[in-house]
């Protein structure tokens, strides 16, 4: 399994980025999807779920109306788009998939929200 983030970087408050997960090695389109983050100091959080053809979805209450998670099963790829960010937004950003009892992660992405 490998996963691997990317589309992360320093953005004003109020601004958007979208994220990229690029999955391979297990059968993507069969396994729900997460969204973590982790701000320095602090335990990692879920922050998005999705469940195998993208009909149903949940977040945390810190992002709800402001994240929205996807996938494209064609290009084995989820997807967080991120809007209204905030400073407390600021963490690395990971993605996870749940295989054989095990969970895997990538390296993570860093989203900063700065002015």
């Known amino acids: 399994v490998q996963l691997v983030e990317s589309g992360g970087g320093l953005v004003q408050p109020g601004g958007s980025l979208r994220l990229s997960c690029a999955a391979s090695?297990?059968?993507?389109?069969?396994?729900?999807m997460r969204w973590y983050r982790q701000a320095p100091g602090t335990e990692r959080e879920l922050v998005a779920t999705?469940?195998?053809?993208?009909?149903?979805?949940s977040y945390s209450d810190s992002v709800k109306g402001r994240f929205t998670i996807s996938r494209d099963n064609s290009k084995n790829t989820v997807y967080l788009q991120m809007n209204s960010l905030k400073p407390e937004d600021t963490a690395v950003y990971y993605c996870?998939?749940?295989?054989?009892?095990?969970?895997?992660w990538g390296p993570g992405t860093h989203v900063t929200v700065s002015s």
């Open positions: 999705i469940d195998t053809v993208g009909s149903k979805t």
């Open positions: 996870n998939a749940y295989v054989s009892h095990k969970n895997f």
């Open positions: 090695g297990f059968t993507f389109s069969t396994y729900y």
